[in-house]
């Protein structure tokens, strides 16, 4: 089965803090791609970051980079100097090459002030 | 372009009355998805299309569920007949390439009352 498992449903951290969202998943293809997506409430889905599964490089977008480890299906993201704005849900997903895409129950940020 | 457009944003409805969701996706995308969205389960896909044709249906719940996709530009999710534990938000989302971002519509929030 091709699933995605987030395990913390609620998170805070700190403005100007560091956090690390996790994220294990399941499949048994070897070419697929990972994401991770926010969603604020205003219900719009946003991609935050992508990874390649072929690439061992961390993929890295300005405050939010991740920590990719094949062997162990693990896609955990970590958000460095949290802002206000980066209050939201936040869904890590998988995408295989017969486009099945599947994502994760979400975890809820709160950055405090 | 418009990006992926659902109609409509919102929809209440009796138990027991048919629904039917709306979703245009991107134009050249070939990949179409459906997701249902709750706090209990996260964003469940319950089917997609790969050039108008389903792939996997294996997410739809119920045989109250159907989903069609008569052509690139049109797809729909209907419901017949409606019950209370149906009501959550419904996300269309449409991909040109497994390795590319998958666009979401606004999502249809539906109530079953």
């Known amino acids: 089965a091709q699933t995605v498992t987030q395990s913390q449903p609620e998170m805070s951290v700190q403005e100007a803090e560091t956090v690390t969202l996790s994220c294990t998943y399941d499949t048994s293809e070897s070419n697929y791609y990972l994401f991770w997506y926010k969603q604020p409430p205003s219900r719009q889905m946003i991609l935050v970051i992508r990874?390649?599964?072929?690439?061992?490089q961390n993929a890295t977008e300005n405050r939010f980079s991740v920590n990719f480890q094949k062997a162990a299906k693990s896609f955990s993201l970590k958000i460095s100097d949290s802002q206000l704005g980066d209050t939201a849900m936040y869904f890590c997903a998988f995408i295989l090459n017969n486009n099945d895409m599947r994502f994760g129950a979400g975890t809820r940020l709160t950055v405090k002030p | 372009d418009a990006g992926v457009i659902q109609s409509p944003r919102h929809e209440v409805t009796e138990m027991g009355q048919e629904v039917t969701l709306r979703c245009k996706p991107i134009?050249?995308?070939?990949?179409l998805f459906w997701y249902r969205q709750t706090m209990m389960r996260g964003l469940e896909l319950l089917i997609y299309f790969n050039n108008n044709v389903p792939i996997d249906d294996s997410g739809m719940p119920e045989d109250r569920f159907s989903a069609k996709m008569p052509n690139a530009s049109f797809s729909t999710l209907k419901i017949q007949p409606s019950e209370p534990r149906d009501s959550a938000v419904y996300f269309c989302a449409s991909t040109r390439r497994f390795n590319t971002e998958a666009f979401f519509g606004q999502g249809t929030r539906l109530t079953v009352v």
């Open positions: 990874q390649e599964a072929y690439k061992q």
């Open positions: 134009s050249g995308h070939n990949s």
